[in-house]
Protein backbone atom coordinates (compact mmCIF):
# COMPACT_ATOMS: atom_id res chain seq x y z
CA UNK A 1 0.00 0.00 0.00
CA UNK A 2 0.99 3.69 -0.51
CA UNK A 3 1.90 4.87 2.49
CA UNK A 4 0.47 8.87 1.48
CA UNK A 5 -2.83 7.23 0.70
CA UNK A 6 -2.86 5.73 3.81
CA UNK A 7 -2.53 8.74 5.66
CA UNK A 8 -4.81 10.62 3.92
CA UNK A 9 -7.34 8.23 4.25
CA UNK A 10 -6.58 8.12 8.16
CA UNK A 11 -6.57 11.82 8.43
CA UNK A 12 -10.16 11.60 6.54
CA UNK A 13 -11.20 8.35 8.74
CA UNK A 14 -9.93 11.15 11.66
CA UNK A 15 -12.07 13.80 10.47
CA UNK A 16 -15.13 11.64 10.46
CA UNK A 17 -14.56 10.69 14.30
CA UNK A 18 -14.84 14.50 14.60
CA UNK A 19 -18.01 14.11 13.10
CA UNK A 20 -19.52 11.81 15.21
CA UNK A 21 -21.70 15.05 16.21
CA UNK A 22 -23.98 14.42 13.03
CA UNK A 23 -24.36 10.72 13.71
CA UNK A 24 -27.76 9.43 15.25
CA UNK A 25 -26.03 7.70 18.21
CA UNK A 26 -24.36 10.95 18.86
CA UNK A 27 -23.09 12.64 21.36
CA UNK A 28 -24.68 16.06 21.23
CA UNK A 29 -28.35 14.24 20.11
CA UNK A 30 -28.29 12.37 23.53
CA UNK A 31 -28.27 16.17 25.60
CA UNK A 32 -26.35 15.51 28.60
CA UNK A 33 -25.12 12.37 28.81
CA UNK A 34 -21.07 12.77 27.67
CA UNK A 35 -20.30 9.30 28.90
CA UNK A 36 -17.71 7.11 27.42
CA UNK A 37 -20.34 4.53 26.24
CA UNK A 38 -21.96 6.77 23.92
CA UNK A 39 -18.82 7.74 23.03
CA UNK A 40 -17.59 4.17 21.97
CA UNK A 41 -21.02 3.60 20.33
CA UNK A 42 -20.52 6.39 17.99
CA UNK A 43 -16.51 5.58 16.93
CA UNK A 44 -17.76 2.08 16.91
CA UNK A 45 -20.27 2.88 14.27
CA UNK A 46 -17.62 5.41 12.52
CA UNK A 47 -15.41 2.31 11.97
CA UNK A 48 -18.12 0.61 9.39
CA UNK A 49 -17.56 4.12 7.52
CA UNK A 50 -13.95 4.02 7.31
CA UNK A 51 -14.11 0.20 6.63
CA UNK A 52 -16.38 0.65 3.49
CA UNK A 53 -14.23 3.33 2.63
CA UNK A 54 -11.02 1.25 2.44
CA UNK A 55 -13.20 -1.19 0.80
CA UNK A 56 -13.95 1.52 -1.91
CA UNK A 57 -10.04 3.02 -1.96
CA UNK A 58 -9.04 -0.48 -2.57
CA UNK A 59 -10.85 -1.10 -5.90
CA UNK A 60 -8.56 1.18 -7.23
CA UNK A 61 -4.63 1.14 -8.33
CA UNK A 62 -2.60 3.65 -6.35
CA UNK A 63 -1.65 6.98 -8.57
CA UNK A 64 1.62 8.64 -6.68
CA UNK A 65 2.12 11.09 -8.76
CA UNK A 66 -1.47 12.66 -7.30
CA UNK A 67 0.58 13.22 -3.81
CA UNK A 68 3.98 14.15 -5.68
CA UNK A 69 4.70 17.95 -4.51
CA UNK A 70 7.58 18.13 -6.90
CA UNK A 71 5.43 17.84 -10.27
CA UNK A 72 3.97 21.36 -10.34
CA UNK A 73 0.56 19.81 -11.66
CA UNK A 74 -1.17 22.55 -10.99
CA UNK A 75 0.33 25.96 -12.07
CA UNK A 76 1.06 28.23 -9.83
CA UNK A 77 0.48 26.23 -6.44
CA UNK A 78 3.42 24.75 -5.59
CA UNK A 79 1.89 21.77 -2.94
CA UNK A 80 0.72 18.24 -4.65
CA UNK A 81 -2.68 17.88 -7.06
CA UNK A 82 -4.58 16.03 -3.76
CA UNK A 83 -3.59 18.64 -1.66
CA UNK A 84 -5.19 21.16 -4.51
CA UNK A 85 -8.38 19.35 -4.67
CA UNK A 86 -9.06 18.92 -1.14
CA UNK A 87 -8.21 22.71 -0.28
CA UNK A 88 -10.18 24.07 -3.19
CA UNK A 89 -12.92 21.49 -1.75
CA UNK A 90 -12.63 22.80 2.32
CA UNK A 91 -12.82 26.25 0.56
CA UNK A 92 -16.53 25.65 -0.96
CA UNK A 93 -17.56 24.00 1.89
CA UNK A 94 -16.75 26.72 3.82
CA UNK A 95 -18.46 29.18 2.15
CA UNK A 96 -21.64 26.91 2.66
CA UNK A 97 -21.17 27.06 6.15
CA UNK A 98 -19.56 23.62 7.10
CA UNK A 99 -16.46 24.87 9.93
CA UNK A 100 -19.31 26.66 11.52
CA UNK A 101 -19.86 23.83 13.05
CA UNK A 102 -17.82 23.68 15.98
CA UNK A 103 -16.92 19.64 15.41
CA UNK A 104 -15.69 19.89 11.77
CA UNK A 105 -12.64 20.38 11.52
CA UNK A 106 -10.72 21.46 8.01
CA UNK A 107 -7.14 20.22 7.11
CA UNK A 108 -6.24 23.46 5.90
CA UNK A 109 -7.83 26.06 8.08
CA UNK A 110 -5.45 28.75 6.28
CA UNK A 111 -7.10 31.24 4.13
CA UNK A 112 -10.43 29.59 4.23
CA UNK A 113 -12.87 31.54 3.06
CA UNK A 114 -15.84 33.21 5.40
CA UNK A 115 -19.43 31.14 5.53
CA UNK A 116 -21.86 33.55 2.98
CA UNK A 117 -24.94 31.19 4.08
CA UNK A 118 -27.42 32.09 7.02
CA UNK A 119 -26.34 31.06 10.50
CA UNK A 120 -27.43 27.74 11.93
CA UNK A 121 -27.76 27.58 15.55
CA UNK A 122 -25.89 24.56 16.75
CA UNK A 123 -27.61 22.96 19.61
CA UNK A 124 -25.17 23.36 22.73
CA UNK A 125 -26.49 21.57 26.00
CA UNK A 126 -22.72 21.01 26.33
CA UNK A 127 -20.68 23.69 26.60
CA UNK A 128 -18.76 24.90 23.86
CA UNK A 129 -15.33 23.85 24.99
CA UNK A 130 -16.27 20.24 25.05
CA UNK A 131 -17.88 20.99 21.42
CA UNK A 132 -14.06 21.94 20.19
CA UNK A 133 -12.65 19.29 22.34
CA UNK A 134 -12.17 15.65 21.80
CA UNK A 135 -14.82 13.45 23.49
CA UNK A 136 -12.96 10.88 23.95
CA UNK A 137 -10.77 12.57 26.21
CA UNK A 138 -12.84 15.13 27.84
CA UNK A 139 -15.14 11.82 29.36
CA UNK A 140 -11.60 10.13 30.62
CA UNK A 141 -10.59 13.58 31.87
CA UNK A 142 -14.14 13.80 33.59
CA UNK A 143 -14.32 10.08 34.98
CA UNK A 144 -11.12 10.52 36.54
CA UNK A 145 -9.63 14.15 36.90
CA UNK A 146 -7.51 13.09 40.39
CA UNK A 147 -5.46 11.00 37.88
CA UNK A 148 -4.97 13.32 35.04
CA UNK A 149 -4.80 16.77 36.52
CA UNK A 150 -0.72 16.15 37.96
CA UNK A 151 0.18 14.53 34.86
CA UNK A 152 -1.39 17.62 32.75
CA UNK A 153 0.27 20.13 35.20
CA UNK A 154 3.66 17.96 34.67
CA UNK A 155 2.75 18.31 30.94
CA UNK A 156 4.04 14.42 31.06
CA UNK A 157 3.26 13.39 27.40
CA UNK A 158 3.91 9.57 28.12
CA UNK A 159 2.15 9.05 31.17
CA UNK A 160 -0.84 10.74 29.62
CA UNK A 161 -0.29 8.38 26.90
CA UNK A 162 0.09 5.66 29.05
CA UNK A 163 -3.22 6.48 30.90
CA UNK A 164 -5.00 6.98 27.53
CA UNK A 165 -4.02 3.68 26.84
CA UNK A 166 -6.37 0.24 26.79
CA UNK A 167 -4.61 -2.47 25.55
CA UNK A 168 -7.52 -5.00 25.76
CA UNK A 169 -9.61 -2.33 24.36
CA UNK A 170 -7.50 -1.87 21.60
CA UNK A 171 -7.04 -5.90 20.76
CA UNK A 172 -11.06 -5.88 20.68
CA UNK A 173 -11.05 -2.98 18.41
CA UNK A 174 -8.45 -4.53 15.63
CA UNK A 175 -10.82 -7.49 15.68
CA UNK A 176 -13.85 -6.02 15.46
CA UNK A 177 -12.38 -3.85 12.09
CA UNK A 178 -10.96 -7.01 10.89
CA UNK A 179 -14.25 -8.78 11.12
CA UNK A 180 -16.34 -5.72 9.72
CA UNK A 181 -13.68 -6.31 6.84
CA UNK A 182 -14.55 -9.78 5.96
CA UNK A 183 -18.17 -9.20 6.51
CA UNK A 184 -18.23 -6.12 4.28
CA UNK A 185 -15.93 -6.90 1.72
CA UNK A 186 -17.41 -10.50 0.79
CA UNK A 187 -18.52 -10.44 -2.67
CA UNK A 188 -22.68 -11.21 -1.89
CA UNK A 189 -24.61 -13.24 -4.34
CA UNK A 190 -27.89 -14.83 -4.59
CA UNK A 191 -26.69 -18.32 -4.31
CA UNK A 192 -25.83 -19.96 -0.90
CA UNK A 193 -22.49 -20.53 -1.61
CA UNK A 194 -19.34 -17.95 -0.64
CA UNK A 195 -17.15 -16.94 -3.20
CA UNK A 196 -14.35 -16.55 -0.74
CA UNK A 197 -13.06 -13.89 -2.77
CA UNK A 198 -12.79 -10.72 -0.48
CA UNK A 199 -12.03 -7.23 -1.84
CA UNK A 200 -9.95 -6.41 1.15
CA UNK A 201 -7.51 -8.10 3.45
CA UNK A 202 -8.47 -7.84 7.17
CA UNK A 203 -5.14 -7.91 8.43
CA UNK A 204 -4.55 -4.53 6.60
CA UNK A 205 -7.41 -2.97 7.78
CA UNK A 206 -6.85 -4.21 11.47
CA UNK A 207 -3.02 -3.16 11.12
CA UNK A 208 -4.11 0.57 9.84
CA UNK A 209 -6.22 0.79 13.05
CA UNK A 210 -3.12 -0.31 15.11
CA UNK A 211 -0.53 1.77 13.79
CA UNK A 212 -2.19 4.47 12.56
CA UNK A 213 -5.79 5.27 13.82
CA UNK A 214 -5.74 4.45 17.07
CA UNK A 215 -2.21 5.79 17.81
CA UNK A 216 -3.37 9.15 15.97
CA UNK A 217 -6.10 9.46 17.71
CA UNK A 218 -4.23 9.05 21.34
CA UNK A 219 -2.11 11.62 20.03
CA UNK A 220 -4.72 13.84 19.21
CA UNK A 221 -6.31 13.17 22.93
CA UNK A 222 -3.18 13.89 24.69
CA UNK A 223 -2.58 17.35 23.13
CA UNK A 224 -6.39 18.05 23.78
CA UNK A 225 -5.74 16.91 27.69
CA UNK A 226 -2.40 19.47 27.70
CA UNK A 227 -4.75 22.01 27.19
CA UNK A 228 -7.64 21.18 29.23
CA UNK A 229 -6.44 23.28 32.37
CA UNK A 230 -5.50 26.76 30.89
CA UNK B 1 -37.44 9.13 2.69
CA UNK B 2 -37.31 12.49 1.06
CA UNK B 3 -37.24 12.50 -2.57
CA UNK B 4 -34.81 15.16 -3.32
CA UNK B 5 -32.42 13.64 -2.00
CA UNK B 6 -33.59 10.02 -3.57
CA UNK B 7 -32.72 11.82 -6.62
CA UNK B 8 -29.63 13.36 -5.76
CA UNK B 9 -28.56 9.90 -4.53
CA UNK B 10 -29.53 7.62 -7.84
CA UNK B 11 -27.75 10.63 -9.84
CA UNK B 12 -24.68 9.76 -7.97
CA UNK B 13 -25.36 5.97 -8.20
CA UNK B 14 -25.72 6.79 -11.89
CA UNK B 15 -22.37 8.91 -11.98
CA UNK B 16 -20.45 5.96 -10.29
CA UNK B 17 -22.01 3.39 -13.07
CA UNK B 18 -20.28 5.69 -15.27
CA UNK B 19 -17.28 5.46 -13.38
CA UNK B 20 -17.16 1.53 -14.39
CA UNK B 21 -13.41 2.39 -16.23
CA UNK B 22 -11.43 2.80 -13.05
CA UNK B 23 -12.89 -0.18 -11.55
CA UNK B 24 -10.83 -3.32 -11.51
CA UNK B 25 -13.30 -5.34 -13.44
CA UNK B 26 -13.46 -2.82 -15.66
CA UNK B 27 -14.44 -2.72 -19.38
CA UNK B 28 -11.10 -0.58 -21.15
CA UNK B 29 -8.57 -2.45 -18.71
CA UNK B 30 -9.76 -5.77 -20.19
CA UNK B 31 -8.92 -4.78 -23.13
CA UNK B 32 -11.67 -5.64 -26.30
CA UNK B 33 -13.18 -7.80 -24.45
CA UNK B 34 -16.52 -5.79 -24.58
CA UNK B 35 -18.96 -7.93 -23.39
CA UNK B 36 -22.13 -8.51 -21.42
CA UNK B 37 -20.81 -10.16 -19.05
CA UNK B 38 -17.94 -8.06 -18.27
CA UNK B 39 -19.89 -5.05 -18.27
CA UNK B 40 -22.53 -6.81 -16.12
CA UNK B 41 -19.39 -7.84 -13.47
CA UNK B 42 -18.88 -3.91 -13.06
CA UNK B 43 -22.24 -2.93 -12.62
CA UNK B 44 -22.80 -5.85 -9.61
CA UNK B 45 -19.53 -4.42 -8.19
CA UNK B 46 -21.01 -0.75 -8.62
CA UNK B 47 -24.03 -2.25 -6.56
CA UNK B 48 -21.88 -2.77 -3.20
CA UNK B 49 -20.65 0.99 -3.90
CA UNK B 50 -24.44 2.44 -3.96
CA UNK B 51 -25.28 -0.19 -1.20
CA UNK B 52 -22.68 1.68 1.69
CA UNK B 53 -23.07 4.68 -0.02
CA UNK B 54 -27.33 4.48 1.07
CA UNK B 55 -26.33 2.92 4.08
CA UNK B 56 -24.10 6.13 5.04
CA UNK B 57 -26.87 8.22 3.65
CA UNK B 58 -29.52 6.32 6.01
CA UNK B 59 -27.59 7.78 9.09
CA UNK B 60 -28.35 11.12 8.94
CA UNK B 61 -31.59 12.82 9.12
CA UNK B 62 -33.15 14.74 6.07
CA UNK B 63 -32.14 18.29 5.48
CA UNK B 64 -34.54 19.47 3.68
CA UNK B 65 -33.34 23.13 3.56
CA UNK B 66 -30.14 21.98 1.45
CA UNK B 67 -32.63 21.54 -1.91
CA UNK B 68 -34.52 23.91 -1.26
CA UNK B 69 -34.23 27.11 -4.09
CA UNK B 70 -36.47 29.55 -2.97
CA UNK B 71 -34.50 30.01 0.01
CA UNK B 72 -31.81 32.19 -1.57
CA UNK B 73 -28.95 30.45 1.36
CA UNK B 74 -26.24 31.30 -1.18
CA UNK B 75 -26.20 35.23 -1.53
CA UNK B 76 -26.26 35.58 -5.86
CA UNK B 77 -26.98 32.06 -6.87
CA UNK B 78 -30.96 31.54 -7.15
CA UNK B 79 -30.51 27.64 -7.02
CA UNK B 80 -30.13 25.33 -3.53
CA UNK B 81 -27.40 24.97 -1.63
CA UNK B 82 -26.99 21.79 -2.80
CA UNK B 83 -26.75 22.67 -6.54
CA UNK B 84 -24.06 25.41 -5.37
CA UNK B 85 -22.05 22.59 -3.59
CA UNK B 86 -21.82 19.94 -6.11
CA UNK B 87 -21.63 22.69 -9.27
CA UNK B 88 -18.27 24.70 -6.90
CA UNK B 89 -17.05 20.49 -6.48
CA UNK B 90 -17.20 19.96 -10.06
CA UNK B 91 -15.77 23.31 -10.80
CA UNK B 92 -12.90 21.92 -8.65
CA UNK B 93 -12.31 19.29 -10.43
CA UNK B 94 -12.90 19.92 -13.52
CA UNK B 95 -9.36 21.91 -13.00
CA UNK B 96 -7.73 18.97 -11.91
CA UNK B 97 -8.98 17.10 -15.41
CA UNK B 98 -11.05 14.80 -13.87
CA UNK B 99 -13.90 15.35 -17.29
CA UNK B 100 -10.95 15.17 -19.47
CA UNK B 101 -11.48 11.09 -19.32
CA UNK B 102 -14.27 11.09 -21.38
CA UNK B 103 -15.82 8.51 -19.37
CA UNK B 104 -16.14 10.94 -16.35
CA UNK B 105 -19.70 13.32 -16.82
CA UNK B 106 -20.70 16.43 -14.74
CA UNK B 107 -23.96 17.42 -13.61
CA UNK B 108 -23.83 20.35 -14.38
CA UNK B 109 -21.37 20.86 -17.72
CA UNK B 110 -22.09 24.49 -18.40
CA UNK B 111 -19.52 26.70 -17.47
CA UNK B 112 -16.82 24.70 -16.33
CA UNK B 113 -13.59 25.73 -16.12
CA UNK B 114 -10.42 24.13 -18.33
CA UNK B 115 -8.56 21.78 -17.15
CA UNK B 116 -5.23 23.11 -15.73
CA UNK B 117 -3.47 19.99 -15.33
CA UNK B 118 -1.33 18.13 -17.81
CA UNK B 119 -3.22 16.36 -20.06
CA UNK B 120 -3.18 12.37 -19.62
CA UNK B 121 -3.55 9.95 -22.44
CA UNK B 122 -6.30 7.63 -21.47
CA UNK B 123 -6.14 3.85 -23.33
CA UNK B 124 -8.59 3.37 -25.94
CA UNK B 125 -8.12 0.18 -27.30
CA UNK B 126 -11.99 0.56 -27.77
CA UNK B 127 -13.25 3.51 -29.84
CA UNK B 128 -13.53 7.25 -28.62
CA UNK B 129 -17.12 6.59 -29.22
CA UNK B 130 -17.71 3.67 -27.25
CA UNK B 131 -16.19 5.48 -23.99
CA UNK B 132 -18.61 8.38 -24.56
CA UNK B 133 -21.15 6.06 -25.25
CA UNK B 134 -23.01 4.06 -22.47
CA UNK B 135 -21.74 0.60 -22.69
CA UNK B 136 -24.47 -1.80 -21.66
CA UNK B 137 -26.33 -0.04 -24.46
CA UNK B 138 -23.61 -0.09 -26.82
CA UNK B 139 -23.02 -4.18 -25.70
CA UNK B 140 -26.70 -4.96 -26.52
CA UNK B 141 -26.72 -3.73 -29.57
CA UNK B 142 -23.43 -5.30 -31.29
CA UNK B 143 -25.11 -8.44 -30.10
CA UNK B 144 -28.29 -7.77 -31.95
CA UNK B 145 -27.78 -4.97 -34.35
CA UNK B 146 -30.55 -6.54 -36.90
CA UNK B 147 -33.12 -6.17 -34.07
CA UNK B 148 -32.26 -2.66 -32.58
CA UNK B 149 -31.41 -0.77 -36.22
CA UNK B 150 -34.99 -0.37 -37.13
CA UNK B 151 -36.36 0.69 -34.22
CA UNK B 152 -33.33 3.26 -33.97
CA UNK B 153 -34.26 4.13 -37.55
CA UNK B 154 -37.93 4.40 -36.36
CA UNK B 155 -37.09 6.55 -33.34
CA UNK B 156 -39.37 3.67 -31.65
CA UNK B 157 -38.62 4.97 -27.76
CA UNK B 158 -41.52 2.14 -26.39
CA UNK B 159 -39.95 -0.81 -28.56
CA UNK B 160 -36.51 0.56 -27.64
CA UNK B 161 -37.55 0.41 -24.06
CA UNK B 162 -38.76 -3.35 -24.15
CA UNK B 163 -36.15 -4.58 -26.35
CA UNK B 164 -33.67 -3.76 -22.99
CA UNK B 165 -36.17 -4.76 -20.79
CA UNK B 166 -35.11 -8.28 -18.97
CA UNK B 167 -37.82 -8.62 -16.51
CA UNK B 168 -35.96 -11.59 -14.80
CA UNK B 169 -32.97 -9.65 -14.65
CA UNK B 170 -34.47 -7.19 -13.39
CA UNK B 171 -36.03 -9.12 -10.80
CA UNK B 172 -32.73 -11.04 -9.97
CA UNK B 173 -30.85 -7.19 -9.68
CA UNK B 174 -33.47 -6.37 -7.40
CA UNK B 175 -32.85 -9.41 -4.83
CA UNK B 176 -29.44 -9.21 -4.66
CA UNK B 177 -29.05 -5.40 -3.95
CA UNK B 178 -32.27 -6.14 -1.35
CA UNK B 179 -29.41 -9.42 0.28
CA UNK B 180 -26.52 -7.06 -0.07
CA UNK B 181 -28.55 -4.26 2.00
CA UNK B 182 -28.82 -6.82 4.52
CA UNK B 183 -25.44 -8.02 4.61
CA UNK B 184 -23.42 -4.78 4.33
CA UNK B 185 -25.99 -2.98 6.95
CA UNK B 186 -25.70 -5.70 9.71
CA UNK B 187 -24.44 -4.73 12.98
CA UNK B 188 -21.15 -6.68 13.43
CA UNK B 189 -20.07 -7.61 16.63
CA UNK B 190 -17.07 -10.04 18.58
CA UNK B 191 -19.63 -12.55 19.11
CA UNK B 192 -22.03 -14.92 17.27
CA UNK B 193 -25.37 -13.38 17.96
CA UNK B 194 -26.13 -10.73 15.60
CA UNK B 195 -28.39 -7.83 17.16
CA UNK B 196 -31.04 -8.51 14.41
CA UNK B 197 -30.63 -4.57 13.41
CA UNK B 198 -30.44 -3.34 10.54
CA UNK B 199 -28.59 0.19 8.93
CA UNK B 200 -31.19 0.42 6.31
CA UNK B 201 -34.39 -1.35 4.82
CA UNK B 202 -33.62 -3.73 2.39
CA UNK B 203 -36.90 -3.22 0.89
CA UNK B 204 -36.57 0.71 0.17
CA UNK B 205 -32.97 -0.33 -1.49
CA UNK B 206 -34.53 -2.45 -3.66
CA UNK B 207 -37.38 0.07 -4.25
CA UNK B 208 -34.90 2.62 -5.24
CA UNK B 209 -33.11 0.24 -7.94
CA UNK B 210 -36.84 -0.46 -9.45
CA UNK B 211 -38.08 2.71 -9.41
CA UNK B 212 -35.00 4.85 -10.14
CA UNK B 213 -32.02 3.34 -10.67
CA UNK B 214 -33.28 0.82 -13.49
CA UNK B 215 -35.70 2.97 -15.25
CA UNK B 216 -32.94 5.78 -15.45
CA UNK B 217 -30.49 3.66 -16.80
CA UNK B 218 -32.43 2.87 -19.24
CA UNK B 219 -33.99 5.90 -20.28
CA UNK B 220 -29.97 6.40 -20.92
CA UNK B 221 -29.56 3.69 -22.77
CA UNK B 222 -32.22 4.27 -25.41
CA UNK B 223 -31.34 7.69 -25.42
CA UNK B 224 -27.71 6.78 -26.39
CA UNK B 225 -29.21 4.34 -28.78
CA UNK B 226 -31.51 6.53 -30.64
CA UNK B 227 -28.10 8.47 -31.60
CA UNK B 228 -26.01 5.22 -32.33
CA UNK B 229 -26.16 5.34 -35.85
CA UNK B 230 -25.91 8.92 -36.37
Known sequence: MDLLWVLILVLLSLS???MAMADSNSVSHSGNALNLESVRDSLIRQEDTIVFSLIERARYPVNSRLYNQTLGL????SRSLVHFIVKETEAIQAKAGRYENPEENPFFPNGLPPSV???HKYPQALSRRIHYGKYVAEVKFREAPQDYEPL?????RDALMNLLTFKNVEEM???RV???ATVFGQEVTLGN??????KIDPLIVSHLYAEWVMPLTKLVEVEYLLRRLD
Chains 1, 2 share one sequence.
Do not use: M, Q
Open 173 to 175: VKK
Open 193 to 198: NSSGNY
Open 74 to 77: VPGF
Open 152 to 156: IRAKD
Open 117 to 119: VPT
Open 178 to 180: AKK
Open 16 to 18: RYN
